[in-house]
C-alpha cells in the first residue's frame, strides 16, 4: 500500500489514513482470533497442558495478572508494534489468557497502527529508493558500457601493435 501512495505520489502524511484503516481491520480480524482462542484454548489445555504440566488454572492466573497498567499497555502494544513478533500468537496468547477485553482491543489497535505505519514507511521509501536506484543504474549502465568498450578498443590497439612487431621482426 505504502508502494502505491508513493507510485502515485501522494505526500508521506497521506500514509497516516491508510494505517488508521489498516489497523481497523487487523483489529476486527484480531478479535475474533480472540474469541475463537479463548475458546479452543481452554479445550486444548485440558487436553494438553498435562504434558506441559500446566493447567488451565495456571493460565488463567497469569491472564489475571494483566490487569490494564501502564506498564501491560505498553508492553502489549510494543509486542503489537515490533514487526518481528507475529500478530496471530499475541492474539492467541491474549485469547488464551483471557485478558481484558479492553485492554485487547486498544493495545491491538494502537500497536497495530504503529506496526501498520512501519511497514508502509518501508513501502513508500523502498519504491522511491527503487525509483532512483533505476535511474542510477542507468548511468551506471553507461559507465560500464564505456569501460568495456574502453577496454576492447585497448585490447584490439594492443593486438594490432603486437601483430606489427611480429611482422616487423
Same mark, same amino acid.
Given at each position: 500500500?505504502? %508502494? /502505491?501512495? %508513493?507510485?502515485?505520489?501522494?505526500?508521506?502524511?497521506?500514509?497516516?489514513?491508510?494505517?488508521?484503516?489498516?489497523?481497523?481491520?487487523?483489529?476486527?480480524?484480531?478479535?475474533?482470533?480472540? /474469541? &475463537?482462542?479463548?475458546? *479452543?484454548?481452554? *479445550?486444548?489445555?485440558? +487436553?494438553?497442558?498435562?504434558?506441559?504440566?500446566?493447567?488451565?488454572?495456571?493460565? +488463567?492466573? /497469569?491472564?489475571? +495478572?494483566?490487569?490494564?497498567?501502564?506498564?501491560?499497555?505498553?508492553?502489549?502494544?510494543?509486542?503489537?508494534?515490533?514487526?518481528?513478533?507475529? %500478530?496471530?500468537?499475541?492474539?492467541?496468547?491474549?485469547? *488464551?489468557?483471557?485478558?481484558?477485553?479492553?485492554? #485487547? &482491543?486498544?493495545?491491538?489497535?494502537?500497536?497495530?497502527?504503529?506496526?501498520? %505505519?512501519?511497514?508502509? #514507511?518501508?513501502? #513508500?521509501?523502498?519504491?522511491?529508493?527503487?525509483?532512483?536506484?533505476?535511474?542510477?543504474?542507468?548511468?551506471?549502465?553507461?559507465?560500464?558500457?564505456?569501460?568495456?568498450?574502453?577496454?576492447?578498443?585497448?585490447?584490439? &590497439?594492443?593486438?594490432?601493435?603486437?601483430?606489427?612487431? &611480429?611482422?616487423? *621482426?
Amino acid at each position: 500500500t505504502g %508502494s /502505491f501512495a %508513493s507510485v502515485q505520489e501522494y505526500t508521506l502524511l497521506a500514509l497516516i489514513p491508510l494505517a488508521f484503516i489498516a489497523a481497523f481491520g487487523k483489529t476486527i480480524g484480531a478479535v475474533i482470533v480472540y /474469541f &475463537i482462542s479463548d475458546r *479452543v484454548g481452554e *479445550v486444548a489445555i485440558k +487436553k494438553f497442558g498435562g504434558s506441559f504440566n500446566v493447567s488451565h488454572s495456571d493460565i +488463567k492466573n /497469569f491472564g489475571n +495478572k494483566i490487569t490494564g497498567t501502564p506498564r501491560d499497555y505498553l508492553l502489549l502494544i510494543v509486542f503489537r508494534a515490533l514487526p518481528i513478533v507475529p %500478530s496471530a500468537v499475541v492474539s492467541i496468547g491474549c485469547g *488464551v489468557m483471557k485478558i481484558k477485553l479492553q485492554l #485487547y &482491543i486498544i493495545t491491538t489497535f494502537i500497536g497495530t497502527i504503529v506496526r501498520d %505505519s512501519i511497514f508502509l #514507511y518501508i513501502g #513508500y521509501t523502498g519504491t522511491q529508493l527503487l525509483s532512483t536506484f533505476a535511474t542510477d543504474s542507468a548511468n551506471i549502465e553507461s559507465i560500464i558500457q564505456t569501460i568495456v568498450l574502453l577496454v576492447v578498443l585497448a585490447g584490439l &590497439i594492443y593486438l594490432y601493435i603486437r601483430r606489427k612487431r &611480429i611482422k616487423v *621482426v
